[in-house]
């Protein structure tokens, strides 16, 4: 078994070799006449027709166009194959060479030496490495760029928020003791129990004046005011400037309506309801 590789190797070897090679391929073009003959004989054909083809074969063979001619064509195949291949590339090279320089001499309006032109396409590349890194540095930059704008629109936002929450803060605080908001002349109406009272009244400030014919006689101090803006709402109380600023009336969470007071109050243990129309 060994043999019979080793002998398949060796027949591998010889017909790979490219002077065997060669001569097959030379004997082939120079005696083509026999394998055409080959190759159309058909073998149910009679004996004579056979006899006939046999005859033409070993009369077509000779000694100088089946070993000479195709020994010599395969010589000289093997020796100026390399060398031809050779002139071809390097006449390829040159070629690619001589087109670049020309190429360079018409742009640049001169002759450009190979060396000088390999410099710079040399230089080039590095330049344009350089470039590449560069670009690329400036895309990570301009990356975080956009992070940190993003992140300081949202610092702005909130900015906003706490700015708008702290200016409605001072709003509420700058309202808390407005007095403003009640003062004027007003009719209050008290619905007691059994009846039903009123009286015209001027609130000036901290002031509160009874109308007596068509003068106002003080007869209140308003303290401890406050007024809710969210909710709409004021809380204070009246004390008789007469009875040394003892509670006279509370009122707790009147809600402001247009021009009206609506709510209750409180009186030595009572409660009423009250409604304060301006007029």
Same mark, same amino acid.
């Given at each position: 078994?060994?043999?019979?590789?080793?002998? &398949?190797?060796?027949?591998?070897?010889?017909?790979? $070799?490219? #002077?065997?090679?060669? &001569?097959?391929?030379?004997?082939?073009?120079? !005696?083509?006449?026999?394998?055409?003959? *080959?190759?159309?004989?058909?073998? +149910?054909?009679?004996? @004579?027709?056979?006899?006939?083809?046999?005859?033409?074969?070993? !009369?077509?063979?000779?000694?100088? @166009?089946?070993?000479? *001619?195709?020994?010599? *064509?395969?010589?000289?195949?093997?020796?100026?194959?390399?060398?031809? %291949? !050779?002139?071809?590339?390097? &006449?390829?090279?040159?070629?690619?060479?001589?087109?670049?320089?020309?190429?360079?001499?018409?742009?640049? @309006?001169?002759?450009?030496?190979?060396?000088?032109?390999?410099?710079?396409?040399?230089?080039?590349?590095?330049?344009?490495?350089?470039?590449?890194?560069?670009?690329?540095?400036?895309?990570?930059?301009?990356?975080?760029?956009?992070?940190?704008?993003?992140?300081?629109?949202?610092? %702005? =936002? /909130?900015? +906003?928020?706490?700015? /708008?929450? #702290?200016? =409605?803060?001072?709003?509420?605080?700058?309202?808390?003791? =407005?007095?403003?908001?009640?003062?004027?002349?007003?009719?209050?109406?008290?619905?007691?129990?059994? !009846?039903?009272? $009123?009286?015209?009244?001027?609130?000036?400030?901290?002031?509160?004046?009874?109308?007596?014919?068509?003068?106002?006689?003080?007869?209140?101090?308003?303290?401890?005011?406050?007024? +809710?803006? /969210? @909710?709409?709402?004021?809380?204070?109380?009246?004390?008789?400037?007469?009875?040394?600023?003892?509670?006279?009336?509370?009122?707790?969470?009147?809600?402001?309506?247009?021009?009206?007071?609506?709510?209750?109050?409180?009186?030595?243990?009572?409660?009423?309801?009250? %409604?304060?129309?301006?007029?």
């Amino acid at each position: 078994m060994e043999k019979l590789t080793d002998l &398949f190797v060796n027949l591998k070897d010889r017909f790979t $070799s490219p #002077l065997i090679f060669s &001569f097959l391929i030379s004997w082939l073009v120079v !005696n083509w006449q026999i394998p055409v003959a *080959l190759f159309w004989y058909n073998g +149910n054909s009679q004996t @004579g027709v056979q006899l006939e083809l046999m005859s033409y074969v070993s !009369n077509t063979l000779d000694a100088f @166009g089946s070993f000479l *001619l195709p020994l010599i *064509l395969a010589i000289a195949y093997t020796i100026l194959n390399p060398i031809l %291949r !050779n002139w071809i590339s390097a &006449f390829y090279t040159w070629n690619t060479r001589w087109g670049e320089t020309w190429n360079l001499s018409i742009s640049k @309006g001169s002759k450009v030496v190979i060396s000088k032109y390999l410099s710079l396409r040399k230089d080039y590349v590095e330049r344009t490495k350089i470039l590449d890194e560069i670009i690329s540095r400036e895309s990570s930059t301009q990356e975080r760029l956009n992070e940190t704008e993003s992140a300081l629109l949202s610092s %702005r =936002n /909130e900015m +906003n928020k706490v700015s /708008e929450e #702290l200016s =409605n803060y001072r709003r509420i605080r700058d309202n808390l003791y =407005n007095i403003d908001v009640i003062r004027g002349n007003w009719k209050r109406v008290v619905v007691g129990a059994l !009846n039903e009272q $009123s009286e015209n009244i001027e609130i000036n400030g901290t002031n509160v004046s009874i109308r007596d014919g068509v003068k106002f006689d003080q007869k209140y101090q308003i303290n401890s005011f406050t007024y +809710n803006v /969210e @909710g709409r709402t004021v809380r204070f109380m009246l004390l008789l400037i007469k009875e040394a600023n003892m509670p006279f009336y509370s009122f707790e969470d009147l809600e402001l309506r247009h021009d009206e007071m609506v709510g209750h109050e409180y009186k030595t243990g009572s409660r009423s309801e009250v %409604r304060y129309v301006r007029y």
